[in-house]
């Protein structure tokens, strides 16, 4: 093949892309746009009522269902392509050499955009501290990346608005700020297991200096929702029938009167019960919103929801492999900590 | 002969990649050897901070998820 046609063939998938993005931009619009009525005329068809508690339970999983998931593939697509900007290896350039303070904000911030996989918590994390990113910093980072994700927040504006998406980016980037400054400050690296302080004696970074075209992104767009969505509906629609059990059911302020917001054990209370569970944001998303319909106290319910996405068992037993026990306990109560006082602070101020 | 390593601790994606290279592997008729990373140390000795991650010859060529195919047929 010839240079010249190689590059008329990538302009025509390029113009592919754009059309299909289009189309489904405008698709996606009008979907949106007739969810009300789409699970009125479903309950409707069933020869069903909403006065009843069956079809309001009904009515609430069709048109939750189809918000969250248009909801998320949208925003994952746009994720998708905004990440392909961001890989760790560029966070890790951008971070490293950099202090305290301004280190542990922009290393909360980078979280949110950049492409992070539990599973490779460990090369990243020793990636980061082996090319002088601080201790304290890398944390930051490590805390921010899963807790506040695109998936969490797009749901939570989703279902309650963007006042209180905003308030969970602003505080939960603040917990990882926080939490990553109180780890810097107590210079735990020498709870470092052994042979991660090895390693970080002599090691070159390696750039990954790609570029890519704009159909490589949209492509990554694509293998993004793919995959996200894809292992992620399961958790979504057992949370939203979970749900809507919950909102059909469940008598009207039932919660109020142990996840209400006069009653002090129930953040603690929540935090505990989040660390064992173990389930992204958008299967936790749909229960939230049902408990809240119900009187729970908004503090209490999205610290039970960081505890369980941020604090999870899985997590911390693959960062044991490189973390010594008492740093992986420190971690675990300085996050805890932080999450307790958005609660509280969460429930006085709302 | 190509010498294949692909990088990863078990997770799906390393899966998937593996069956990828060994698929375009096999349909270009390259001769290779295929061998699978799990060591966590050997993993960061080659630099690499998101799995899976593909080194061939001793370059690491790909960091970070499932490659895609194309990326994967330049290789060969």
Same mark, same amino acid.
């Given at each position: 093949?010839?240079? @010249?046609?190689?590059?008329?063939?990538?302009?025509?998938?390029?113009?592919?892309?754009?059309?299909?993005?289009?189309?489904?931009?405008?698709?996606?619009?009008?979907?949106?746009?007739?969810?009300?009525?789409?699970?009125?005329? %479903?309950? =409707?068809?069933?020869?069903?009522?909403?006065?009843?508690?069956?079809?309001?339970?009904?009515?609430?999983?069709?048109?939750?269902?189809?918000?969250?998931?248009? %909801? %998320?593939?949208?925003?994952?697509?746009?994720?998708?392509?905004?990440?392909?900007?961001?890989?760790?290896?560029?966070?890790?350039?951008?971070?490293?050499?950099?202090?305290?303070?301004?280190?542990?904000?922009?290393?909360?911030?980078?979280?949110?955009?950049?492409?992070?996989?539990?599973?490779?918590?460990?090369?990243?994390?020793?990636?980061?501290?082996?090319? +002088?990113?601080?201790?304290?910093?890398?944390?930051?980072?490590?805390?921010?990346?899963?807790?506040?994700?695109?998936?969490?927040?797009?749901?939570?504006?989703?279902?309650?608005?963007?006042?209180?998406?905003?308030?969970?980016?602003?505080?939960?980037?603040?917990?990882?700020?926080?939490?990553?400054?109180?780890?810097?400050?107590?210079?735990?690296?020498?709870?470092?297991?052994?042979? $991660?302080?090895?390693?970080? +004696?002599?090691?070159?970074?390696?750039?990954?200096?790609?570029?890519?075209?704009?159909?490589?992104?949209?492509?990554?767009?694509?293998?993004?929702?793919?995959?996200?969505?894809?292992?992620?509906?399961?958790?979504?629609?057992?949370?939203?029938?979970?749900?809507? +059990?919950?909102?059909?059911?469940?008598?009207? =302020?039932?919660?109020?009167?142990?996840?209400?917001? =006069?009653?002090?054990?129930?953040?603690?209370?929540?935090?505990?019960?989040?660390?064992?569970?173990?389930?992204?944001?958008?299967?936790?998303?749909?229960? $939230?919103?049902? %408990?809240?319909?119900?009187?729970?106290?908004?503090?209490? @319910?999205?610290?039970?929801?960081?505890?369980?996405?941020?604090?999870?068992?899985?997590?911390?037993?693959?960062?044991?492999?490189?973390?010594?026990?008492?740093?992986?306990?420190?971690?675990?109560?300085? @996050?805890?900590?932080?999450?307790?006082? @958005?609660?509280?602070?969460?429930?006085?101020?709302? | 002969?190509?010498?294949?390593?692909?990088?990863?601790?078990?997770?799906?994606?390393?899966?998937?990649?593996?069956?990828?290279?060994?698929?375009?592997?096999?349909?270009?008729?390259?001769?290779?050897?295929?061998?699978?990373?799990?060591?966590?140390?050997?993993?960061?000795?080659?630099?690499?901070?998101?799995?899976?991650?593909?080194?061939?010859?001793?370059?690491?060529?790909?960091?970070?998820?499932?490659?895609?195919?194309?990326?994967?047929?330049?290789?060969?």
């Amino acid at each position: 093949m010839s240079a @010249v046609s190689i590059e008329t063939s990538s302009r025509s998938k390029l113009v592919h892309w754009l059309a299909g993005i289009s189309v489904a931009t405008v698709a996606w619009v009008v979907a949106y746009s007739q969810l009300t009525a789409f699970a009125d005329w %479903l309950v =409707d068809v069933l020869g069903l009522s909403r006065q009843t508690r069956f079809g309001e339970a009904l009515h609430f999983f069709f048109y939750d269902s189809p918000k969250v998931v248009l %909801l %998320l593939t949208g925003i994952v697509f746009v994720m998708g392509i905004v990440q392909t900007f961001f890989s760790p290896e560029r966070t890790r350039a951008l971070l490293s050499g950099k202090r305290q303070g301004v280190g542990n904000v922009l290393a909360a911030s980078l979280g949110i955009v950049t492409p992070f996989c539990s599973c490779s918590a460990v090369p990243l994390f020793i990636g980061f501290l082996s090319a +002088g990113v601080p201790l304290g910093v890398t944390f930051s980072f490590l805390i921010s990346a899963p807790m506040v994700n695109e998936v969490a927040l797009v749901l939570l504006f989703g279902m309650f608005g963007w006042k209180v998406a905003a308030l969970y980016l602003g505080l939960g980037l603040l917990v990882a700020i926080i939490a990553g400054l109180v780890i810097g400050q107590l210079k735990m690296e020498r709870h470092l297991e052994d042979w $991660v302080q090895k390693i970080l +004696g002599g090691q070159a970074a390696h750039p990954a200096g790609e570029t890519l075209s704009w159909v490589e992104r949209f492509e990554a767009g694509g293998a993004h929702v793919k995959e996200i969505v894809g292992k992620v509906w399961p958790y979504i629609l057992a949370g939203i029938a979970l749900g809507a +059990g919950i909102h059909g059911y469940v008598p009207e =302020d039932f919660m109020a009167s142990f996840m209400g917001r =006069d009653v002090w054990w129930a953040v603690p209370a929540a935090v505990a019960l989040g660390v064992p569970m173990y389930t992204n944001a958008a299967g936790i998303i749909p229960i $939230v919103e049902a %408990l809240i319909g119900k009187g729970a106290a908004l503090g209490t @319910v999205l610290a039970f929801m960081m505890s369980v996405i941020a604090l999870s068992a899985p997590e911390m037993i693959i960062l044991r492999k490189a973390l010594k026990p008492t740093l992986i306990a420190t971690f675990a109560g300085v @996050v805890a900590t932080g999450i307790l006082v @958005v609660g509280y602070v969460f429930n006085m101020v709302l | 002969m190509k010498e294949i390593k692909v990088l990863g601790t078990g997770c799906a994606n390393c899966r998937n990649t593996i069956a990828l290279v060994e698929a375009v592997a096999k349909e270009k008729g390259v001769p290779f050897s295929l061998e699978k990373v799990e060591d966590m140390s050997a993993i960061i000795g080659y630099g690499v901070m998101s799995t899976p991650g593909v080194v061939i010859d001793g370059a690491v060529v790909h960091a970070g998820g499932v490659p895609s195919r194309s990326k994967v047929e330049s290789w060969f």
